[in-house]
């Protein structure tokens, strides 16, 4: 992998992290590539193509150049990550960090909380609910947020935070 597109990486998965925290600003520092050759430094652009993609998913609501090394970015609300719409074509997959087969391997504090905040989205939705239909869209918000939190200790208690800031999100 290029240094271009790990730093792109990397700037992604700080942001994904940031985002459970809350909507607000961070600058992000790539530094103004005067040591690059040709004059265009690769990590700015790289990380300024990600911003993009990251604004289509949800999880930045905009970006600008603060200075010649640096964006300024708005992070989204969580909603707007798993509201965000399905694209048929992904730039840079992000597999899934916690990808149970079923939901039964889940904690049930997690479960609890996963099944409100699909129950609070479909229902705004005025979607007829059956309990197929509610797994799948619970399988598919644990998957939009745990791609926001890291592996480590205690990881399901942190996905149980993010599920909470979600709910409130939800109003």
Do not use: C
Not at 22 to 44: F, K, Y
């Amino acid at each position: 992998m290029s240094a271009p597109s790990e730093a792109a990486n990397r700037a992604e998965n700080w942001l994904r992290q940031r985002q459970v925290n809350g909507p607000h600003d961070v600058l992000i520092i790539t530094g103004r590539g005067t040591m690059s050759g040709g004059g265009t430094p690769p990590v700015h652009e790289a990380v300024r193509r990600r911003l993009f993609a990251l604004r289509r998913v949800g999880v930045i609501t905009l970006h600008r150049e603060q200075t010649a090394g640096s964006f300024q970015v708005s992070l989204a609300p969580m909603r707007s990550m798993i509201d965000a719409p399905r694209r048929n074509r992904v730039h840079h997959p992000r597999p899934s960090r916690l990808a149970p087969a079923s939901l039964a391997s889940l904690k049930p504090e997690t479960l609890r909380l996963l099944r409100e905040s699909a129950d609070t989205a479909l229902s705004g939705l005025g979607v007829k609910m059956t309990e197929a239909f509610l797994d799948d869209e619970m399988l598919r918000q644990l998957r939009a947020i745990s791609t926001a939190v890291p592996e480590g200790p205690n990881r399901e208690e942190r996905i149980q935070t993010a599920i909470r800031r979600l709910l409130r999100e939800y109003g």
